[in-house]
């Protein structure tokens, strides 16, 4: 490919995983190359290459003589990809705590700056910043191999929640993110763990992960206990 198709692409594919992080795109929805490309103004070639990177970050899926379409994960497969966030993270944090680039809290907190200029007016930038937040605490441990696996369940992580999360707090988010900071700063490992573990069980807490009830018998099973003798 060359330089200007893989500038086109890498644009294409950047503004296609922000609409869709950012909700704009929600999950089954069909991605037309065709209406695709004519938004963009490129080629359906570049839009395929865009959309396949999607797909290997697990945002798109495509069926065979359908397309693409934007992600719909399981319930299963969105709590194991909690479980396998809540590991990696941690591992960041260990990894911070010992050691952490000299303008990294800079970064941090002008990041934290950014969220709450967003707090309470713009809902899918709140969102998106929120997942950055955590992007950007992996790449500063400076293994690239760690930060590419955490972007990715992020990104998986924000998808989900477009698909099942009751509401989002940017109140929470925030101030956690800055406690988070603090807790990296004074070197206490086991004090940030705890606040990732408690930040990040609030954010799954807000999807309804469970299985639903799939019949009115099941439903009402409940509520006929209180007739029982």
Do not use: W
Not at 201 to 206: E, F, I, M, P, S
Request: hydrophobic residues 40%; proline residues 3%; contains cysteine.
């Amino acid at each position: 490919m060359t330089d200007s198709k893989t500038t086109l692409t890498d644009a294409v594919h950047d503004l296609l995983r922000r609409a869709i992080i950012e909700q704009a795109l929600k999950p089954g929805m069909r991605l037309p190359e065709d209406t695709v490309g004519d938004q963009f103004g490129v080629s359906r070639t570049i839009v395929r290459h865009a959309l396949v990177r999607l797909e290997n970050e697990g945002l798109v899926v495509t069926r065979r003589n359908r397309g693409a379409f934007v992600a719909e994960p399981s319930r299963e497969e969105a709590q194991q990809i909690f479980e396998v966030r809540r590991c990696l993270e941690n591992e960041v944090i260990r990894m911070l705590c010992l050691r952490m680039p000299r303008s990294g809290f800079d970064q941090l907190e002008s990041h934290v700056r950014s969220e709450n200029t967003a707090r309470g007016k713009d809902g899918p930038v709140s969102i998106r910043l929120a997942g950055e937040f955590h992007i950007l605490l992996a790449e500063l441990t400076g293994n690239e191999v760690l930060a590419r696996y955490v972007r990715e369940v992020v990104l998986r992580c924000s998808l989900i929640m477009s698909l099942y999360a009751r509401s989002h707090s940017s109140d929470c988010a925030v101030d956690e993110h800055s406690q988070i900071i603090e807790a990296i700063r004074s070197g206490d490992q086991s004090r940030a763990i705890e606040i990732m573990g408690h930040h990040l069980g609030a954010v799954a807490g807000r999807a309804e992960l469970s299985p639903r009830a799939e019949s009115v018998q099941e439903i009402l099973s409940h509520y006929g206990k209180e007739l029982a003798p």
